[in-house]
């Protein structure tokens, strides 16, 4: 993400929709609301002083010369002042369990399998050895896994 918006300032610049040739440390991070999108960043307010232009100018510059990354984003959208949030385009296999497969939904239907109790293993981070990703993905994979299963009454 960092590297796309460094093209599309460097872009801009080339183009001449941004004239300043400054090039602050472009800042990414999560949004705290899920509706604005996957990742954000404030760039185009960082640049405003040295652009002379109102932010949300600048951020239109930007979002301009980004484009459609390749693919890498579904959407890109201005957010207040200027900041620029991305919601990440969903490939295969990489996107997040929130719905069950048809096969597994409809293995969680059957009868005979709604009648068998069902444990679903989450894991948890070895104390003594390093942490890695695995640790953070594993149990929201887990939990969607779980969501697939009918829940006996009462739980």
Avoid: Y
Avoid at 23 to 50: C, K, W
Avoid at 55 to 79: N, S, Y
Avoid at 98 to 115: G, P
Wanted: proline share 7%; net charge positive.
């Amino acid at each position: 993400m960092r590297q796309h918006l460094a093209e599309a300032l460097a872009a801009c610049f080339q183009a001449g929709t941004l004239t300043s040739g400054a090039s602050p440390d472009i800042q990414l991070e999560v949004p705290g609301n899920p509706e604005h999108g996957d990742f954000a960043t404030n760039l185009a307010m960082l640049l405003t002083r040295a652009e002379r232009k109102a932010p949300r100018q600048v951020a239109e510059a930007l979002v301009t010369a980004l484009g459609d990354g390749g693919g890498l984003w579904r959407k890109i959208d201005i957010a207040g002042p200027g900041f620029i949030n991305f919601t990440l385009a969903r490939r295969p296999g990489t996107g997040d369990l929130t719905t069950c497969s048809a096969k597994t939904c409809a293995l969680a239907c059957c009868a005979t399998v709604r009648a068998r109790r069902v444990q679903v293993e989450f894991v948890s981070a070895n104390p003594t050895g390093p942490l890695h990703i695995g640790h953070g993905r594993a149990p929201r994979s887990a939990t969607r896994s779980a969501d697939c299963w009918p829940r006996p009454a009462g739980t």
